[in-house]
């Protein structure tokens, strides 16, 4: 168990809805990360959160957005969802944003399934 | 950008040492890191390499060259549930790591 909490497990949805993932990240993690798995695409950075704050941006799509609240934990919410958004969806932790032995540690993951 | 590369797929025996390589190509390399995955979980650590040399920690090792962009993973006395996926990952100077796109590793008996 990497200390990392991802709520649902397993959500499944149709196309043009909303969702809504959380990530409680681990215990002292300031860091939170999302990244997307798909079978084609392996993991895809989305965005890092680094104590309330938006710190990086990879390939996140308009109609995703993610907050990270007071209490550390962070949501990403994923709006007029398409057939191609079906992915894991992974939130990772880390202590730090910077320094060397900075390791990010994984959720279980939420497995989106948009019919 | 980066640009990472790691075989597809590995098949080994129970028992026997496999090495899986990852090549890289980056500007501003700040880190690399191995994660094993089990199919439909979480990636796990398992190793951190930022200076040349070999790295080692129970059964696995993990090496790099910064020089040539390479690096490899050495698991030893190798065991069903070895069995899993590999991802390479590098990090740049933007401290976000690159994830390859894995090497799904078969044991078998």
């Known amino acids: 168990d990497s200390g990392v909490t991802q709520t649902p497990k397993h959500l499944i949805t149709a196309t043009g809805q909303r969702v809504t993932l959380r990530c409680s990240p681990r215990?002292?993690?300031?860091?939170v990360y999302w990244y997307q798995q798909s079978l084609d695409q392996g993991l895809q950075f989305l965005i890092q959160?680094?104590?309330?704050?938006?710190?990086a941006k990879g390939n996140i799509l308009e109609r995703f957005s993610a907050q990270q609240f007071p209490d550390l934990h962070s949501e990403l919410n994923l709006s007029s969802l398409e057939l191609g958004d079906s992915a894991l969806y992974f939130c990772?932790?880390?202590?730090?944003?910077?320094?060397?032995?900075?390791?990010?540690?994984f959720g279980a993951g939420t497995r989106l399934s948009v019919l | 950008g980066q640009n990472i590369d790691q075989p597809t797929e590995m098949t080994a025996t129970e028992g026997a040492i496999v090495q899986i390589n990852c090549t890289y190509q980056?500007?501003?390399?700040?880190?690399l890191f191995w994660y094993q995955q089990h199919a439909g979980e979480a990636p796990t650590f398992l190793s951190y390499?930022?200076?040349?040399g070999l790295e080692e920690k129970g059964r696995f090792s993990s090496f790099l060259s910064r020089s040539k962009g390479y690096s490899y993973l050495l698991l030893k006395e190798l065991q069903m549930k070895d069995s899993a996926s590999y991802l390479c990952?590098?990090?740049?100077?933007?401290?976000?790591?690159?994830f390859g796109r894995g090497t799904s590793l078969i044991v078998h008996p």
């Open positions: 990772a932790s880390s202590d730090t944003d910077r320094g060397q032995g900075n390791i990010q540690y």
């Open positions: 959160y680094y104590n309330g704050e938006e710190r």
């Open positions: 390499n930022v200076l040349d």
């Open positions: 990952a590098v990090r740049d100077t933007s401290y976000i790591p690159t």
């Open positions: 215990s002292g993690d300031l860091s």
């Open positions: 980056t500007s501003g390399f700040n880190g």
